[in-house]
């Protein structure tokens, strides 16, 4: 079976240049082992047909294994013992090879298991040799072999005509390897680099969940699995799986469940199910290895919305204390470099197409480049992108919880951030829609002035961010102020004028107008100014009311009686009593000031 299936993998891994995936090599696969005689391998420890196995392996059943035997063996290895650090291979010959792998030593023989079926070990033993000088028993360092220790002894087995078990776990490590020693077909038929070749693609064109466990294995190769582009093929495979009819590909134990799925994708929960089945497993990569499964899921044209939410859904999982506040899912060894990197690479890979991804998960990826100090032309990117998305926001969308002892509940400083970006970017071409986000940011300010941990500078900060002609009237600016006044009623007289000091009197309605004149949760100098405009505004209604009347009636007189000339008030003199009006406002004004600030201390000295 294993030669059968070498021949089929070096001809498609020969003729297909492009390294896709190739259905028709699949189905061919499943005909060689219907109609032979080998229609039954070991899998585990039982004996199953081997169309359920290509079965089972694409719906994500017990993991394959393959059990391999060198063609022709020279030299059989009657027991392989270990001492500590020391491997012994006991033959009728004595020992005449040392290769010391990281802390472990292998006492082996050169000529027939060893260096006749490595290129590099055979050269490595002929250059000690060259000089005329032979060394009974040269030893041989071979400190960057791929998987170590544990990857050689399954070499020396193999060699020594002992069976080995390959594995979606091992056969990656023991592929590079291979590649490493140069265990070539040309050096001896049936060698360990053709095997593994043969079972690896098995495993990747035909095992979801053996693809994963291959990824796995290859992150203690990553200089050897990119050059022999195994993560590579392997993303391909998940690529093509992923963007395939997923009749095909069951994600579930249960076909019937997948089927029921199928069935109803009309309703929406049903058929993001159906869409995302692949977000889980993909998930758990490695950002190298997600970045190339993301590449390859975009080169074969899925929908950006589908790329945006299984970044987002990756994100959630491996930045998962800083962006979700899951302290216990963050990885330890995840230092402040390999977290920038991270966040990094995220906001490259990001679909560039709109609405592809959600503002509230940018303005969290927005939140871990702030922490972990990106680039600053890509944070620059992020906090454009985000800006423009505030128009088609809603407040929830905005909420980015903070996670420390005596942080605010939500993060204000990233809102202003963002904010000022937007309003910096259409400040030369102002647009209509700034409007909706001086609702969207009265709202947001009204929903976290309830924060009795949010500091006045922090609420100033967005309340000003945006410039005054982006509210048609500042009536929700006002109530956010006033939500914030209420809850923190310990606030400092110059704290509570700093809060206030965007709020003007005139873009104020009539209802909010008469609100103000009744709160006393104002500062002093604020109400000072708005009762003192209010009459203004009074007087002012009144003498142009009056002045109407007159002007009216006059009117009626000259066309009746055209000579009189008299009975109409002149506009200087309209002017005259206005100022008179307002010098007795402002006694008035001055006079309630100082009741004020009397009652204010007898009060106190009531508290004493």
């Known amino acids: ?17 492009k390294d896709r995936i190739s259905e028709n090599f699949k189905q061919r696969m499943e005909y060689r082992f219907a109609n032979t005689g080998h229609d039954k391998t070991t899998v585990g420890s039982k004996s199953l047909d081997t169309r359920t196995l290509i079965c089972q392996s694409i719906s994500g059943g017990k993991p394959n294994r393959c059990v391999i035997f060198p063609a022709n063996v020279s030299m059989i290895a009657e027991a392989i013992e270990r001492r500590n650090q020391d491997w012994i291979v006991r033959t009728k010959f004595t020992s005449d090879l040392i290769i010391q792998v990281g802390d472990s030593t292998f006492f082996l023989h050169k000529q027939l298991p060893m260096a006749s079926r490595s290129v590099y070990l055979n050269r490595l033993v002929f250059q000690r040799n060259s000089n005329g000088k032979r060394d009974t028993s040269p030893k041989i360092q071979l400190d960057n072999l791929p998987g170590g220790t544990k990857t050689f002894e399954l070499l020396v087995r193999f060699c020594y005509g002992w069976k080995v078990d390959l594995t979606a776990t ?37 095992s979801w969940k053996d693809t994963f466990r291959i990824f796995k294995s290859c992150e203690s190769l990553s200089a050897w699995a990119k050059e022999l582009r195994i993560v590579k093929r392997c993303s391909e495979a998940i690529a093509w799986r992923a963007c395939s009819n997923s009749k095909a590909f069951s994600f579930g134990e249960n076909d019937a469940e997948c089927l029921n799925i199928l069935a109803n994708a009309e309703n929406s929960k049903l058929e993001d199910r159906f869409n995302n089945w692949w977000f889980e497993e993909v998930s758990f990569l490695r950002i190298d290895h997600f970045v190339e499964v993301i590449r390859a899921i975009k080169s074969k044209g899925m929908k950006s919305e589908l790329v945006g939410s299984c970044i987002a859904h990756w994100s959630a999982k491996r930045l998962s204390r800083i962006t979700f506040g899951l302290d216990q899912l963050t990885p330890k060894h995840m230092t402040q470099q390999l977290q920038r990197v991270t966040t990094e690479c995220l906001i490259k890979l990001l679909p560039v197409e709109e609405n592809s991804v959600s503002c509230n998960f940018l303005l969290h990826l927005l939140k871990v480049a702030l922490t972990a100090k990106i680039n600053s032309e890509l944070l620059n990117m992020l906090e454009r992108r985000i800006g423009f998305m505030l128009e088609q926001c809603r407040v929830p969308d905005l909420l980015v919880k903070n996670f420390g002892d005596n942080d605010s509940v939500h993060d204000v400083g990233i809102i202003s951030r963002v904010v000022e970006s937007y309003v910096s970017s259409v400040s030369s071409n102002p647009t209509p829609k700034i409007f909706a986000v001086g609702r969207l940011v009265d709202g947001y300010l009204t929903l976290v002035a309830r924060d009795e941990a949010l500091g006045a500078k922090s609420f100033q900060s967005l309340a000003e961010a945006l410039p005054k002609d982006a509210r048609y009237f500042d009536d929700n600016l006002y109530r956010a102020i006033d939500m914030y006044l209420k809850i923190h009623p310990h606030l400092t007289e110059e704290e509570r004028l700093s809060v206030c000091r965007s709020l003007e009197y005139h873009r104020l309605s009539q209802e909010a107008r008469e ?18 405009l209010e009459q203004v505004n009074r007087t002012r209604s009144m003498t142009a009311s009056g002045s109407n009347y007159g002007r009216t009636k006059m009117q009626a007189i000259i066309s009746v009686s055209k000579g009189l000339e008299k009975g109409w008030m002149n506009r200087k003199e309209e002017i005259k009593i206005m100022k008179k009006e307002v010098d007795k406002m402002k006694v008035q004004l001055n006079e309630l000031q100082m009741c004020k600030l009397k009652l204010q201390r007898q009060g106190k000295i009531c508290i004493n």
């Not at 079976?1 to 020969?14: F, I, K, S, Y």
């Not at 590079?176 to 098995?202: I, Q, V, W």
């Not at 004149?517 to 002093?524: A, D, E, G, Q, Y």
């Open 1 to 17: 079976m294993t030669e059968l299936l070498h021949q089929d993998c070096a001809h498609v891994l020969v003729s297909n240049s």
């Open 170 to 206: 091992n056969i990656a490590p023991l592929y590079c390897a291979a590649h490493f020693l140069e265990m070539r077909e040309d050096l001896e038929p049936g060698n360990l680099m053709s095997k593994t070749e043969a079972f690896l693609s098995f495993l990747i064109l035909t």
């Open 515 to 532: 609100h103000v004149m009744k709160n006393n949760r104002l500062p002093l100098k604020i109400m000072t100014q708005f009762v003192f």
